[in-house]
């Protein structure tokens, strides 16, 4: 009968069923802490004898199993005032082994599967509302080994139902044994073999020799691309010629210009009127200079007159003569040591095509070298006329060359392969400007004039030894408003005195007022101003060849040039 009721009814659960299996010692919750397990004893082969129970109702002990703490034949009683749905605590002895001494543990808590709890087992109930529940083997002969006692089922509700006991149902603490072999429990993915573990270290480590070669081809891309377009990664240091021989084969450019350099002068000149720059070389070692004439013109008579030469040094100089019908001058410097003169050529040799070297000041800037060829000989140019009068007219039968030549280039030399003077730089063709000695302002485009140096010597030395200048004449006055073919003498008398002068070179040599001379010495002659270009290329006493015209007729005849002051 159950405890305390006088119906008979089944023990039913105090609450509903726990779809987590919850043990009803655990907190709530699907997990529980497992119960420690004792590994049992030996047992004796004869077992160990189990004396009954004494409680209240009359329950024994299952036979093999001694309650309590090591003492035969004591009952197992559960605390009476413990929690409730706390474990009683469980002692296994092996049979005929006497009283086991171990450690007492509270029992498990086992899952309680859902649904309707098991009937309490039938029978006498000890006192108190707990029974503690064995479970119990027959002893075999000889030694044994008693397997781990599941956890006492303890009913939800304190009252003892009578009636046969229901058997317990497994739980999974109840044939655990830490103790025993047990084979290994896998959770989880497989566990690879050693063979595959291998083979994935293989793959992985043919993954990694191509993700390393990979990213190393980008770097060493990315790296000889930078070092193509910089250089590398150290400084910079560009590749250079090592020293040389300063010297130059005499006949080269650098040749001619370091052999000519040192002879070259640059003038300034100033006035009370105008100043000017130009450029002029040594003739000899007393301090000789020759440059043209227009370039010492703005000093006039009281006007000052420096001298530079091509190593810096500086020094006055004073006018010697000059004579502006052949635009040349003479100035002379004075306590110069160590002065060297520039070699002089002869312009008769020169050929159209010979290279030349033109040394000056452009616009001031001191020894410059330009080079060209000749282009042209004999080229009959006239300039200057700034006066009006035609006093200060020049007439030079020039070399001509395309050799930079520009304003303050005046005066300076044009030497040969040689560096000798064959030439003296006096005027330029420019765009804008026409023809003159002074030069196109606009520059150079290349046809620069030169005066030969044959005149420019005999001239030079006429100046250095008088003071002035002869100019060769013919004894004639010319038409120059004749629009023709040719020089025509002058049909009547003027300002300049008859058209032929009496008893002069030309009264001699039978030429007559209204005469169109056509060629000297076979070369053609096309205007006046050719004719005295022409004529001023000789000297005076120069036998000259003429040809003229007279009534649609053509003679030849010969003359000796005479001489006249350059006033």
Do not use: C
């Amino acid at each position: 009968m159950p405890v305390g009721r006088g119906s008979d009814e089944r023990t039913k659960p105090l609450h509903d069923p726990d779809p987590y299996s919850t043990p009803p010692y655990g907190e709530p919750g699907p997990y529980a802490p497992a119960p420690p397990v004792q590994h049992p004893g030996a047992t004796p082969a004869q077992g160990t004898a189990v004396p009954a129970a004494t409680s209240g109702h009359g329950t024994g002990t299952p036979p093999g199993v001694t309650a309590g703490h090591g003492v035969p034949g004591q009952a197992v009683t559960p605390p009476q005032n413990g929690p409730v749905g706390a474990a009683a605590p469980m002692h296994a002895a092996a049979p005929g082994a006497g009283p086991a001494h171990g450690a007492h543990l509270p029992a498990p808590a086992a899952p309680v599967p859902p649904g309707p709890h098991l009937p309490a087992p039938a029978g006498p109930v000890p006192p108190g509302p707990y029974t503690a529940q064995t479970h119990h083997s027959s002893p075999a002969p000889g030694p044994q080994v008693s397997p781990p006692q599941a956890p006492a089922q303890i009913p939800q509700s304190p009252q003892p139902v009578q009636g046969p006991q229901a058997p317990q149902p497994p739980t999974p603490w109840q044939h655990y044994d830490p103790w025993a072999a047990a084979p290994l429990q896998q959770n989880g993915a497989a566990v690879d073999s050693k063979g595959n573990r291998r083979k994935r270290v293989r793959r992985l480590l043919v993954l990694g020799a191509a993700l390393v070669a990979l990213v190393s081809g980008g770097l060493g891309g990315a790296v000889g691309a930078y070092l193509e377009r910089n250089g590398g990664i150290e400084d910079v240091e560009l590749p250079q010629a090592g020293t040389e021989a300063k010297g130059r084969a005499p006949d080269s450019v650098a040749g001619i210009a370091a052999s000519a350099l040192p002879s070259v002068v640059t003038l300034h000149v100033s006035g009370s009127e105008a100043q000017g720059t130009g450029t002029g070389f040594v003739l000899d070692e007393r301090g000789h200079i020759l440059t043209n004439h227009h370039v010492v013109e703005p000093a006039g008579a009281s006007g000052d007159i420096s001298v530079t030469f091509s190593g810096g040094e500086s020094a006055k100089a004073k006018l010697v003569g000059g004579d502006t019908g052949y635009d040349l001058a003479v100035v002379k410097v004075s306590g110069v040591n160590g002065l060297k003169p520039l070699p002089l050529g002869n312009s008769d040799n020169v050929q159209v095509g010979d290279p030349v070297v033109a040394i000056g000041a452009p616009f001031d800037l001191e020894n410059t070298v330009t080079s060209g060829i000749i282009s042209a000989k004999e080229r009959p140019i006239t300039a200057g006329g700034e006066s009006g009068d035609g006093s200060d007219v020049s007439y030079v039968d020039a070399l001509q060359t395309d050799a930079p030549i520009n304003p303050g280039n005046s005066g300076g030399p044009l030497v040969d392969s040689k560096a000798r003077v064959i030439g003296i730089n006096s005027a330029i063709r420019s765009a804008d400007s026409g023809s003159d000695l002074e030069g196109g302002q606009a520059g150079s485009i290349g046809l620069g004039f030169a005066i030969p140096i044959n005149q420019g010597k005999r001239v030079a030395e006429e100046l250095i030894n008088t003071g002035k200048a002869t100019h060769p004449v013919i004894g004639v006055t010319l038409d120059m408003d004749f629009t023709g073919d040719g020089a025509r003498v002058g049909t009547k008398g003027g300002e300049s005195g008859p058209p032929v002068t009496k008893g002069g070179p030309g009264d001699r040599a039978g030429i007559e007022a209204g005469d169109v001379i056509t060629e000297v010495d076979g070369q053609r002659v096309r205007s006046g101003e050719e004719l005295i270009v022409k004529t001023r290329a000789h000297r005076p006493g120069d036998r000259l060849e003429l040809t003229l015209e007279r009534d649609g007729k053509e003679r030849k005849i010969t003359l000796v040039l005479g001489s006249a002051d350059g006033d």
